[in-house]
């Protein structure tokens, strides 16, 4: 069961550089020893303040990536680890913390998954292979227990235009490669990894003791093929007007009758009535729906079959024997995102604890790592940002008064998460026994779906969180209109409280800036105040704000940066609005932090030149090829290094920043052709 997709900074957080031996500003700022001052700015602005470390950066074997982010990512589960050994040793146990052990301690005990083998998953495998109708096949696939894919998928969120009550929302899905595209195009790559993928549908099959596993994988291959040609397109999906068609049960099966609507939901254990009438459920990609109900009618079961087996295993291979894990990290770890090796069992039992029971976890991590004056002081940095864009908005030139006064309405409706939550999540009702891993992660998959269903009828709770606390990562979730800042990644060295402000602006004043601008981009723009659907706009204001928002979007169809494969403008549009808006508005908010006074120039450097550099030290980062190559297909992400060249060129500060930039320049843009929206 997913949950609704957030507006979030996902695996790309913006943030301030941090402190290491040798020459940098004191106390704690950007590394002046990563500055490449043979790199001229307006050429490479990425490269400029990064070119030091980039000349030795090299992704380690167990990771896909390599820079800030990374170097956090292991801060925090250095971190957890301490607490998991806490908790092994200690016998003086609250019972969540007992079942945070038992959860880790089975994860983690490979000896014992091997010796069980297939034991664990034999009744479910079993089930699948005994469906014998496609009422059979829908009910499996929306079991939360079972944790399937098929042509669907299903989650409860707010619903868009009633955002106090939730609705249940319905995607396409069915895909075991991570887009349409990696079906659809012909680039080598991905006609190679295509191939390498009906190899390991069959081998999956193989694990499953499915005889003819090679014919039968083929059978399956051409079914999800076939799902993939209908698809939306991944910039399709980002039109929050297009994707909200509220239906019943009954219209469901008006508009798609070839798949059996009745059982599937029922099956999820979703009533088709809510108290006050028939329960609406929203249709995201409603012309898909109809083709892929067509695609599920006209597939044998038994194809259905062999395709929910791998699915099972592919959900499940961690809790399996060594095989299986080994087999579908090569798939998704090795070929896809161009990972050599996989992550220690310790490391990935961290992680299976942040999925599973995360606010449990994050109670300890915040006690331990996150201290009042941290929080105080990234409130005050978001007050800031605050005060910096509500004049923006007030003196934009292209907005009319009309739209002005509901900009700042809403702006001043935005509600501020810093750290963690203020009611923690209650997983009394979870049950973990030790050392059946399997049985575990099932109970906790089913355990978030029944806590989802129970207040599926009630007001939305607008004090829950989407992220867990030891998250490294930001969101802006337009249905509460609200900015969340978990505690992981506000730490060194994204954000200290005793840094340098340029530093501390430049890097997670910017991060704050991009997910208050959420609000205000392409898609968020289309929300009001209150996290309602609805235009807000007048037409004018309507018409310039697209034809910025467009020229944006060109700007970045340009960029490729792998060869053949160019950033998607338009599925891209809202992040980079966010990043332009974002780092606007945080230069702005420095200013007002200086109090009017000016900034000291410290190792040469102006205030406004580390606001900069901080800003591009922030996305210090490389990737490996595969993973560059899913995000460019499938991700509302530009790379990192566009995030830092195509957004400084739109940022007249950048310029004055560094008056040696000048036309001619590789990332230079005339004034004219600037457009920072924001």
């Known amino acids: 069961m997913k949950r609704k997709l ?39 602005f990425f490269v400029y303040g990064n070119g030091g470390w980039l000349k030795t950066a090299k992704i380690p074997s167990d990771r896909s990536y390599a820079g800030v982010n990374l170097e956090i990512d292991k801060q925090n589960e250095a971190r957890l680890k301490t607490i998991i050994q806490d908790l092994t040793t200690r016998k003086d146990l609250s019972p969540e913390e007992t079942k945070l052990r038992d959860l880790y301690n089975a994860f983690v005990d490979q000896k014992a998954i091997d010796a069980a083998g297939l034991k664990p998953a034999q009744a479910d495998l079993a089930h699948i292979a005994a469906l014998k109708t496609l ?27 009633h955002p106090t ?33 009906k190899k390991y549908i069959a081998q999956m099959l193989g694990f499953a003791g499915v005889k003819d596993a090679g014919a039968r994988a083929a059978a399956v291959f051409k079914l999800e093929n076939d799902m993939a040609v209908v ?17 019943t049960v009954a219209d469901l099966q008006k508009l798609a009758p070839q798949f059996p609507w009745a059982a599937y939901v029922a099956s999820a254990g979703i009533s088709p009535n809510s108290p006050t009438g028939p329960r609406v459920l929203i249709v995201a990609e409603k012309s898909a729906f109809p083709k892929l109900a067509a695609i599920f009618a006209a597939t044998p079961v038994a194809v259905w079959r062999d395709y929910l087996t ?7 291979a961690s809790y399996l024997p060594k095989t299986i894990d080994d087999a579908n990290f090569a798939m998704y770890g090795q070929t896809i995102r161009g990972q050599k090796v ?53 003196t934009l030139s292209w907005m009319t008064p009309a739209t002005r006064e509901k900009a700042l309405n809403k702006l001043h409706h935005y509600m501020l998460k810093v750290g963690y939550p203020d009611k923690w999540r209650d997983y009394s009702a979870l049950t973990i026994v030790p050392g059946q891993i399997l049985q575990d992660t099932k109970n906790a998959t089913v355990f978030e779906w029944n806590r989802e269903l129970k207040r599926i009828d009630n007001p939305v709770d607008r004090t829950e969180w ?72 007048t037409p004018q204001d309507k018409k310039n704000f697209q034809a910025k928002t467009d020229a944006i979007a060109k700007q970045y169809d340009q960029y490729e940066p792998l060869p053949g494969i160019h950033i998607k403008g338009k599925l891209t549009n809202g992040e980079n609005i966010a990043d332009i808006a974002g780092l606007v508005v945080a230069h702005a908010a420095y200013h007002i932090a200086l109090g009017g006074k000016p900034a000291p120039v410290l190792n040469g450097m102006t205030g406004d030149q580390r ?68």
């Not at 059979?136 to 969120?157: E, H, K, Q």
């Not at 791998?310 to 499940?316: C, D, E, N, S």
């Not at 310029?655 to 990332?667: C, H, N, W």
């Open 135 to 161: 009422d059979d096949v829908a009910r499996a696939m929306s079991d939360p227990a079972l944790s399937l894919d098929g042509p669907f998928a299903m989650y409860i969120a707010p619903n868009d235009k």
């Open 342 to 394: 996989q992550l220690d069992r310790q490391t990935r039992g961290i992680h299976l604890l942040d999925d599973s029971m995360g606010e449990a976890l994050g109670k300890t991590y915040v006690a331990k790592y996150f201290p009042p004056e941290a929080k105080a002081k990234a409130r005050l940095l978001v007050d800031n940002m605050m005060k910096a864009y509500e004049a923006d908005i007030k």
């Open 466 to 537: 989407g992220m867990t606390p030891p998250t490294n990562n930001a969101y802006y979730n337009p249905t509460t209109n609200e900015i969340v800042f978990p505690a992981g990644i506000l730490q060194p060295p994204y954000f200290d409280a005793k840094a340098d402000d340029a530093a501390n602006y430049g890097g997670i004043g910017a991060t704050i800036g991009h997910e208050i601008s959420h609000g205000f981009d392409d898609e968020g723009a289309k929300y009001d105040y209150d996290g309602t659907l609805r235009d807000w706009w």
């Open 165 to 197: 009550a939730y609705a249940v929302d319905l995607t396409q899905s069915g895909l075991g490669l991570p887009d349409r595209d990696y079906y659809l195009r012909n680039d080598k790559e991905i006609v190679s990894t295509r191939e390498t993928y």
């Open 6 to 44: 957030l507006l979030v900074a996902l695996l790309a957080t913006t943030t301030a550089a941090f402190a290491a031996d040798g020459p940098q500003i004191k106390p704690w700022g950007i590394y002046l020893n990563y500055v490449d001052t043979a790199q001229k700015p307006g050429d490479d």
């Open 611 to 678: 606001f900069y550099v901080a800003y591009a030290q922030s996305w210090r980062e490389i990737r490996s090829a595969g993973t560059t190559r899913a995000q460019l297909l499938s991700n509302p992400h530009s790379p990192a290094a566009y995030r830092v060249n195509g957004v400084v060129r739109n940022d007249n500060g950048w310029y004055a920043a560094f008056p040696q930039i000048k036309a001619g320049d590789k990332y230079y843009l005339p004034p004219d052709k600037r457009v920072p929206v924001w």
């Open 310 to 316: 791998v699915r099972y295993l592919h959900g499940f």
């Open 231 to 247: 698809h939306w397109a991944a910039e399709d999906r980002r039109d929050p007007d297009k994707t909200y068609n509220p239906m």
